[in-house]
């Protein structure tokens, strides 16, 4: 008789994630997590809004973070009775580069590796016309607010021309379809960027748009939009541009 042996494997990382169709923060690391094959459980909390007492803050207040999302709680580590939580997607994800030498989360060569920390390091200090003005919003065809939000804002027009540079040069380089090769943080952190070209319907050219479409084809993505779109999740406060009933 053959005996079936069962091998249960004890998920030790948690992602604290919001919601999917608004969360550019969150999808960042979900996706690097979800592409480079790393286990971990999901725990969504949903926007209820921003204040003090909702939902939302309060559960945060219990991990002891700084009241955003994303978090990873990794009880691998135990501090003060508590696993340890890493708050802030840069952190996450050197948290992850140090759990996870060798998956490949920043490229191997050491200078390469450089620049793709000022990219990753960029992109959270920076595109601030993009990141104010087109909010991510996956499910919703925001076409027309593109094109007028593209016309009026010089500010917004920098931001893509800047993305556009730096996927030039890194493609030129590039030995794989990926900005340094194969998938690396790097495009983790342009996935929410292509959601909003998307949604949007902002103007690249043709090297840009077919880097997008590499990053949309991801297995990981297409995951994360499908559940975006699932969410039926309407909130006003994420939402300068609809009404509910539009
Ligand atoms: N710099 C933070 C930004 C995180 C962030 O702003 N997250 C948003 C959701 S996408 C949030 O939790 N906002 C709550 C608030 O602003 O109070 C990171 O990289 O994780």
Known sequence: ?????????????????G???????????WVLMRELGLVFEEVNLRFDSFDADSQFKQSLDQLGVAGKVPVLIDSNVIIAGKPLAVWDTLAITERLAECFPDRGIWPRDESQRAIARSIVAEIHSGFNALRSLCPMNIE?????VGVDLYAKHAGLRDDL??????????????????????FSAVDAYFAPTIMRIQSYGL???????AYANRILALKSVQQW???????????SFEEPYRSRDT
């Open 1 to 17: 008789m053959r005996l079936r042996r069962i091998i249960t494997v004890k998920v030790c990382m948690k992602l604290v994630i």
């Open 203 to 209: 103007p690249i050219n043709a090297t840009s748009r």
């Open 19 to 29: 919601n999917k169709n608004y969360s550019s923060w969150s999808m960042r690391p």
């Open 225 to 235: 939009m499908a559940d975006a779109i699932g969410e039926d999740d309407f909130l």
């Open 140 to 144: 919703a065809d925001l076409q027309d």
């Open 161 to 182: 021309a800047r993305i556009e540079s730096i996927w030039a040069q890194n493609l030129a380089n590039s030995k794989g379809p990926m900005l340094f090769g194969a």
